[in-house]
């Protein structure tokens, strides 16, 4: 049982609903629209539902809300059911379109025409608008409002038959038009939509039913118990109910809100993440620093990381703005526990052992893991010829300069204690190799007496392979973007990505299957991309090894 579903208000709900015999056991959904990729804000409704469902021994359906069809196709609704998969729920034979409920939908129009509760309306979108009202003045009823039951089913059937041009004519709900709630002065149930080709029904509908009609009758249908959504359908609930309550359906489900997802140096609109896409500022709905969980995936996030963010940031009805270092706190805890680790060098320096011994090994046997021995050893090649990080070495160290200088000696990680005895450069006064001599006496320990401060990695120059390592950051500099109705491509980080493409690793985790996860050791944690080859080696960076961005955004300012 996991902690989002043993303590918040949902629960206690749902365990009173249980108890008192309301419902013998529970049902939720999980109803994305298929105009996009998932983001993490999705991953905590998937959560939310689904683990309910798992918890009570109930069951969650996965139903696509299919109505808009301009903006929805085929990939949307697959990658969707990929990010539910990975999340690692399974919705079972409980897959549903909204479409799959279009006749029956009509029906229930058609029943709210006869009983007097819906009505053809012929103003245009702008005017319907401007007879809504506002929030302090009441709407004006529509000189259609009052049509008789016979000419508005006659309507209502010319409607579906597209014998009427887009925006002509709706079909609305008669209810109340100077209610307090403006989702309640005769919504729209109904619009026409003519050459839209849906990814279900095809051409079949030219007539589409609005979310806020559609949604109450599917849940009904269904038989959820438990409808939960985010706060912003707050005010769209008396609709949700008034909905199931005039026309047959067979149940009546609850609607119960909670807060939404809002994470820091990103955005969670999916107009503007489509905007990102459109324009190129991303490479994709997958791009690593995106908040889709397809991009989440890419960049060596796991499902149990992602689940357990959602547990840490819970379920409450406070809107709230949640810190991307909790974010990066899961995927970081995750991965220092299960993540192998290797050597990877990502601005290479060469170092020549010039007097390594005849019987130095040619592998040095090293630890998976420094916790867990159960993941085992690995051989890492050695040789005369290494590479070492360009920042290991310094000719003017700073003040605590631990790593290796002209004349001091540092520790191979897992091998021989080196001194760099001379420092050769180029023309351009370029440090372009170092040679270091090799106490013998120290592999694979420390003798008494001696005194090294600095440890640090390395590859072996003739095994190692050459691997582009990009380098991913947050996507924008500020925690809100367009905040203060700045435009939020204002905000974004220009370093939210480095490329870098003369990068050396281990052999071993060069050969690895794409979506491998490790350790660079000193470096961060790492994800074999999915177009990575073993000729080709691509590493993501996931995450750094600590939460350095507070300390770089203020060194910046």
Not at 501 to 525: D, H, I, K, L
Request: hydrophobic share 35%; proline share 6%; aromatic share 8%.
């Amino acid at each position: 049982m996991s902690e989002l579903t043993r303590t918040n208000f949902i629960r206690q709900i749902v365990e009173e609903d249980l108890a008192n015999g309301k419902h013998t056991s529970i049902k939720t959904r999980f109803p994305p629209e298929p105009n996009g990729y998932l983001h993490i804000g999705h991953a905590k409704s998937i959560v939310l539902n689904f683990g309910l469902a798992e918890d009570f021994d109930g069951a969650c359906n996965l139903r696509f809300d299919d109505t808009n069809p301009h903006k929805e196709n085929v990939e949307f609704v697959e990658s969707i059911k990929a990010d539910v998969r990975w999340l690692g729920f399974d919705w079972g034979e409980r897959l549903y379109f909204a479409s799959d409920y279009f006749e029956r939908l009509h029906d229930y129009a058609v029943e709210l025409i006869r009983k007097g509760s819906a009505y053809v309306c012929d103003l245009t979108p702008e005017e319907t608008r401007a007879y809504r009202g506002t929030l302090t003045e009441p709407g004006r009823e529509s000189p259609y409002r009052d049509r008789g039951v016979d000419e508005n089913l006659e309507l209502f059937r010319r409607m579906r038959a597209g014998e009427f041009p887009d925006g002509a004519r709706t079909l609305r709900a008669k209810i109340d038009m100077a209610s307090p709630n403006i989702n309640m002065r005769d919504p729209v149930l109904y619009r026409i939509r003519h050459g839209v080709i849906h990814h279900q029904t095809g051409s079949e509908w030219c007539l589409y039913p609005t979310y806020d009609y559609t949604h109450p009758i599917s849940d009904a249908l269904e038989g959820i118990t438990h409808s939960l959504c985010t706060l912003e359908f707050e005010d769209h609930r008396p609709l949700y109910d008034w909905c199931v309550a005039n026309v047959s359906v067979p149940s009546r489900p609850r609607q119960i809100e909670f807060s939404r997802l809002n994470l820091e140096y990103t955005v969670m609109s999916k107009r503007l993440l489509t905007q990102l896409v459109e324009e190129g500022i991303v490479e994709g709905w997958d791009d690593p620093r995106m908040p889709t969980i397809a991009g989440l995936r890419r960049r060596g996030f796991t499902p149990a990381a992602v689940r357990e963010f959602c547990e840490r940031v819970g379920v409450t009805k406070a809107d709230n703005l949640v810190e991307m270092g909790i974010l990066e706190s899961a995927i970081r805890d995750d991965l220092d526990a299960n993540a192998p680790r290797t050597m990877a060098v990502l601005h290479p320096l060469k170092v020549v052992l010039t007097d390594l011994p005849a019987d130095a090994p040619a592998e040095i046997i090293a630890g998976n893991h420094p916790k867990n021995e159960a993941m085992g050893k690995r051989g890492v090649a050695f040789g005369a010829e290494l590479y070492i990080d360009r920042g290991d070495f310094a000719e003017d160290p700073p003040k605590g300069f631990k790593r290796l200088v002209p004349g001091g000696e540092v520790r191979l990680r897992n091998a021989y204690v080196i001194r760099c005895d001379e420092v050769i450069k180029d023309g351009m006064g370029e440090v372009i190799e170092l040679r270091c001599s090799v106490d013998a006496s120290t592999l694979g320990k420390n003798p008494e007496g001696r005194k090294v401060k600095g440890v640090i990695h390395w590859v072996c120059a003739a095994a190692g392979v050459r691997a582009e390592v990009r380098l991913y950051d947050r996507l924008f500099n500020v925690p809100q973007p367009g905040g203060g109705g700045r435009d939020f491509r204002d905000d974004l980080n220009a370093d939210s990505l480095r490329t870098l493409t003369n990068c050396v690793v281990e052999a071993s985790a060069a050969a690895a299957a794409p979506g491998t996860r490790f350790q660079f050791e000193r470096e961060g944690y790492f994800v074999l991309d999915p177009e990575s080859t073993p000729e080709r080696p691509l590493f993501n960076r996931t995450v750094t090894l600590k939460d350095t961005w507070g300390k770089a955004q203020g060194a910046r300012k």
